[in-house]
Nanobody, 128 residues
């Protein structure tokens, strides 16, 4: 069983930055595609960013392009989501997900239903 743990969410003012972390004790995250998703109240879960096995493909939601960056630290076995210039509409619970997925030619992360392993989420609130 793959267990994912997110951290780093908190309240921040508009224009601020946060870095979310996703760790998966007991597995080598390099062997999995990792996705960051978010879900705001009353809205569907949406893919924010995802990184393929081997880091050959990185995808971003259009609304976060240029502001968010996904990355792996292979030594720490951790995947990060660096979020800059945060906006109130970024407020949501952020989840990381893992799966043995491959994709080609996609311009958005695979739908949440394709991801089998999930963390419990971390709350990000952007408010003045």
């Amino acid at each position: 069983q793959v267990r994912l743990v997110e951290s780093g969410g908190e309240m921040v003012q508009p224009g601020g930055s946060l870095r979310l972390s996703c760790v998966a004790p007991g597995i080598t995250m390099d062997y999995y595609a990792i996705g960051w998703f978010r879900q705001a109240p009353g809205k569907e879960r949406e893919g924010v960013s995802c990184i393929s096995v081997g880091d050959g493909s990185i995808l971003y939601l259009d609304s976060v392009k240029g502001r968010f960056t996904i990355s792996r630290d292979k030594v720490k076995n951790t995947v990060y989501l660096q979020m800059n210039n945060l906006k109130p509409e970024d407020t949501a619970v952020y989840y990381c997900a893992a799966e043995s997925l491959v994709w080609s030619g996609e311009n958005s992360c695979p739908h949440p239903t394709y991801w089998g392993f999930w963390g419990q989420g971390t709350q990000v609130t952007v408010s003045s």
